[in-house]
């Protein structure tokens, strides 16, 4: 199923049609929303195509090409709508239609564990349970494909030379990538959704470790009993030292590149 609308030019008091976008959209079930879209999902699709006319001035729909953030941009301009002015608190570092990116200090908050596998020996995480422990500083980046979640090996705002570390949350992938499930998405990529992102973070149930994640920390025991230790002894400060810097979390226990991952990087890659 299509849709078309039409671009017009003024030629000797009338108007002359130049261009047409079409959109396709599914007949099936869909369930979209502003977040979703930019992922990509299968069931939306615009493209862009000029007007060519015969020697009568009859138009055809010449063949198009899928419609640009660019195109948006410059129709957005043109009609003089352009991002709407705003504060940027503190702990933002970037903020763009296409990115958003900030950092939260470490602190001791409530995590919500129902591990999936008991493991023997655990002392606190042994049954669905609420318990407070310490999260070090960490970096977001959310995109319209992803929510990258990375820890950070200080307690200050990140610069673009900042190492990066692996995240010792267990709903996230070694490749950075929060693991969604059926966390529900924000519906924009604004300033105002962060609260909503960091949510999705940190207030979600942690079931087990993702593929690979043991091998992005340090020292014996495990990613799970080391949140387990956390918690039973109330601790304050999570052990940063125990974290590996990001890329060092191939099932190998290797590093994929010699070249540490450092914020600037992570961003300039980010999609």
């Not at 502003?34 to 055809?60: K, L, Q």
């Amino acid at each position: 199923m299509s849709e078309h609308s039409t671009q017009f030019e003024a030629a000797g008091g009338g108007l002359v049609l130049r261009g047409a976008i079409l959109l396709y959209r599914s007949e099936g079930p869909r369930n979209f929303s502003s977040y979703g879209a930019h992922r990509g999902d299968a069931g939306a699709f615009a493209s862009m195509h000029a007007v060519e006319h015969d020697d009568e001035g009859r138009p055809t729909i010449a063949a198009g090409v899928p419609l640009s953030r660019a195109h948006l941009r410059q129709w957005t301009e043109a009609l003089g709508r352009t991002v709407r002015p705003e504060l940027l608190p503190e702990n933002i570092l970037v903020a763009h239609p296409d990115m958003l990116v900030w950092w939260v200090p470490e602190q001791v908050r409530p995590a919500y564990f129902n591990l999936s596998t008991r493991l023997a020996g655990l002392q606190v995480l042994t049954e669905r349970t609420v318990v407070p422990v310490p999260y070090p500083a960490h970096l977001f980046i959310a995109t319209g494909s992803r929510l990258g979640v990375y820890a950070l090996p200080v307690n200050e705002r990140p610069t673009a030379d900042t190492r990066v570390l692996h995240s010792p949350i267990l709903n996230v992938f070694v490749n950075g990538s929060l693991c969604w499930g059926n966390i529900p998405t924000p519906r924009a990529l604004a300033i105002s959704s962060i609260p909503e992102f960091e949510r999705a973070v940190f207030d979600s149930w942690s079931t087990h470790p993702n593929p690979g994640q043991e091998f992005t920390i340090s020292g014996k025991g495990g990613l799970v009993r080391l949140w387990d230790g956390l918690a039973a002894r109330r601790a304050k400060r999570f052990p940063i030292k125990r974290l590996k810097p990001f890329g060092a979390g191939a099932r190998q226990g290797r590093r994929s590149s010699t070249e540490p991952v450092t914020v600037g990087r992570i961003i300039g890659g980010a999609k």
